[in-house]
T-cell receptor, first 111, second 116 residues
Framework: EDQVTQSPEALRLQEGESSSLNCSYT??????LFWYRQDPGKGPEFLFT???AGEEKEKERLKATLTKKESFLHITAPKPEDSATYLC????????????FGSGTQLTVLP | DAGVIQSPRHEVTEMGQEVTLRCKPI?????LFWYRQTMMRGLELLIY????????DSGMPEDRFSAKMPNASFSTLKIQPSEPRDSAVYFC??????????????FGPGTRLTVL
């Protein structure tokens, strides 16, 4: 069974204090790993897709990386507007099942 | 494009009542997904459709839950009878085959269901 574990559950940062969120996964053949951002009262918003170990994607202050066992979402010099819950999800090869989501990391960036 | 549209945004009902949640996917998208999100269990896939046909409903918790997609632009998730443990936020999402970002799903704003 596909499993996704995110850590930490919650993270509080000062504005400008860089950090990383972790997503560990267990799948029988990774087809893709996905990062989403979810603001309170809204649906998840797509950020990145990573397909193979060593791949990196960037968007503004966010950078996602992938290894064979985990993914990191690096946040450089965060701003208060980066506060949200960040969700990680995986898609396994040859599986009729679609995305399996982790429980998320709730990020708070203090001004 | 207006994105995925869900209605109602909030629903409060009493135990035993029938609840119907509605979703309009993004035009041209051939996959539609229904998710449930709770603090305890996170985001769970309930069922998904491809070209209006249910493909995997293994996430539907029990027979009280049913979903239909009568055409490419409309889907419903029905709970009958509803129970307090069904209280959650229900999301609908859609995607298109062969999109440049494989498996990128677009989520609606969700329906917050409270069963008293």
């Amino acid at each position: 069974e596909d499993q996704v574990t995110q850590s930490p559950e919650a993270l509080r940062l000062q504005e400008g204090e860089s950090s990383s969120l972790n997503c560990s996964y267990t799948v029988s053949g990774l087809r893709g790993l996905f990062w989403y951002r979810q603001d309170p009262g809204k649906g998840p918003e797509f950020l990145f897709t990573l397909y193979s170990a060593g791949e990196e994607k960037e968007k503004e202050r966010l950078k996602a990386t992938l290894t064979k066992k985990e993914s990191f979402l690096h946040i450089t010099a965060p701003k208060p507007e980066d506060s949200a819950t960040y969700l990680c999800a995986v898609k396994a090869s040859g599986s009729a099942r679609q995305l399996t989501f982790g429980s998320g990391t709730q990020l708070t960036v203090l001004p | 494009d207006a994105g995925v549209i869900q209605s109602p945004r909030h629903e409060v009902t009493e135990m035993g009542q029938e609840v119907t949640l509605r979703c309009k996917p993004i035009s041209g998208h051939d996959y539609l997904f229904w998710y449930r999100q709770t603090m305890m269990r996170g985001l769970e896939l309930l069922i998904y459709f491809n070209n209006n046909v249910p493909i995997d409903d293994s996430g539907m918790p029990e027979d009280r839950f049913s979903a239909k997609m009568p055409n490419a632009s409309f889907s419903t998730l029905k709970i009958q009878p509803s129970e307090p443990r069904d209280s959650a936020v229900y999301f609908c999402a859609s995607r298109e085959t062969g999109s440049s970002s494989y498996n990128e799903q677009f989520f609606g704003p969700g329906t917050r269901l409270t069963v008293l």
